[in-house]
């Protein structure tokens, strides 16, 4: 992602100025300079930009041929503003761009993670305040990998196997937050897995605790399967927030190198996962959490920014990349 235009406001304090000078230095050189030559915190912007690409060149000639056109303009332009730290160094504030909010926009997908986080973050401390004593799981079900092309269905049998499992006796969690996630397998097979987080009543640690191969005939009923599945279940320590699991539940739905390194496998995911929920709540966590079942509205703020953003929207301090 390369700089291409600068403005600055010219009120700014010297110190500002001093910075001011130290980006324009940046254009002195033959080639404009990417966003993280300017802001090394901002790397990840480069690198998911350059895979978006990729996955638009996947999409380019296909039946999802529009999908490219819309990747191709996707944060083309990011706006930013200055933000002050100290005297002597800033920051760099999305200010405004424009996504093309495709499912499998390796862009879109890690802002729209980054938004997921962000309220589930603010959430969750509320639900741990109204049930202190409730403890926490996390808890990994697969099943065998299955063919790319039978991914849809295989996701929607491991989706009824949780309705079912959800609504045992011996199921011990009164809410949960559920996410999906797909890996390319190295034959070019597809292994859809869920990521569950689970709030249970401090008994379960008693008479009603479930130990590893009751976890699994558990999963294995419900999935109607002729074996084992692997099923990994991991307590959170007592007095331990949930907070620290919610980066591995609400990171992403596949992975940018899975996407990317197979145009065939890319193609035939995005038939198999057109329209699937990628995230799922339920029991009394969906009152707090069900926000994170729909595709958020705002990219560029997350919770807590938007007064921020309004205090800052007669600053004429920008960068603008594209």
């Known amino acids: 992602m390369l700089v291409s235009h600068l403005q600055l406001n010219n009120g700014f304090s010297r110190a500002c100025r001093n910075r001011q000078q130290d980006f324009c230095c940046l254009f002195l050189h033959d080639e404009p300079p990417s966003l993280s030559d300017?802001?090394?915190?901002?790397?990840?912007?480069?690198?998911?930009?350059?895979?978006?690409?990729?996955?638009?060149?996947?999409?380019?000639?296909?039946?999802?041929?529009?999908?490219?056109?819309?990747?191709?303009?996707?944060?083309?332009?990011?706006?930013?503003?200055?933000?002050?730290?100290?005297?002597?160094?800033?920051?760099?504030?999305?200010?405004?761009?424009?996504?093309?909010?495709?499912?499998?926009?390796?862009?879109?997908?890690?802002?729209?993670?980054?938004?997921?986080?962000?309220?589930?973050?603010?959430?969750?401390?509320?639900?741990?305040?109204?049930?202190?004593?409730?403890?926490?799981?996390?808890?990994?079900?697969?099943?065998?990998?299955?063919?790319?092309?039978?991914?849809?269905?295989?996701?929607?049998?491991?989706?009824?196997?949780?309705?079912?499992?959800?609504?045992?006796?011996?199921?011990?969690?009164?809410?949960?937050?559920?996410?999906?996630?797909?890996?390319?397998?190295?034959d070019g097979s597809a292994h859809p897995h869920f990521h569950c987080l689970l709030m249970v009543p401090s008994s379960y640690f008693g008479g009603n605790y479930l130990k590893q191969a009751e976890w699994v005939a558990m999963w294995r009923k419900c999935l109607r399967l002729d074996y084992d599945p692997i099923l990994d279940v991991q307590a959170i320590k007592k007095g331990s927030q949930p907070m620290q699991l919610v980066s591995e539940l609400l990171k992403y739905c596949t992975k940018e190198s899975d996407m990317t390194v197979d145009r065939e496998w890319l193609l035939e995911l995005t038939r198999q996962m057109h329209k699937l929920r990628a995230i799922a709540t339920g029991g009394v966590l969906k009152e707090y959490l069900k926000a994170l079942e729909d595709e958020p509205e705002d990219l560029i703020h997350v919770d807590g920014e938007e007064k921020e953003a309004i205090a800052t929207e007669e600053d004429k301090t920008h960068l603008f990349f594209g």
């Open 38 to 186: 300017i802001s090394p915190r901002d790397k990840p912007w480069d690198k998911h930009r350059n895979n978006s690409d990729k996955v638009a060149k996947h999409y380019a000639g296909s039946d999802f041929h529009r999908y490219s056109e819309r990747m191709t303009f996707c944060s083309e332009l990011l706006d930013f503003t200055l933000k002050p730290i100290d005297d002597e160094s800033y920051a760099l504030k999305l200010s405004s761009a424009r996504f093309c909010r495709v499912r499998h926009c390796p862009v879109c997908q890690w802002k729209r993670s980054l938004v997921w986080k962000a309220k589930a973050y603010k959430v969750l401390p509320q639900i741990v305040e109204k049930y202190p004593k409730h403890r926490w799981l996390f808890v990994t079900l697969t099943q065998r990998n299955c063919k790319i092309t039978e991914l849809r269905e295989t996701i929607k049998l491991m989706n009824d196997a949780f309705k079912r499992m959800t609504k045992l006796e011996d199921f011990p969690a009164i809410g949960w937050l559920k996410s999906v996630e797909v890996t390319r397998g190295k």
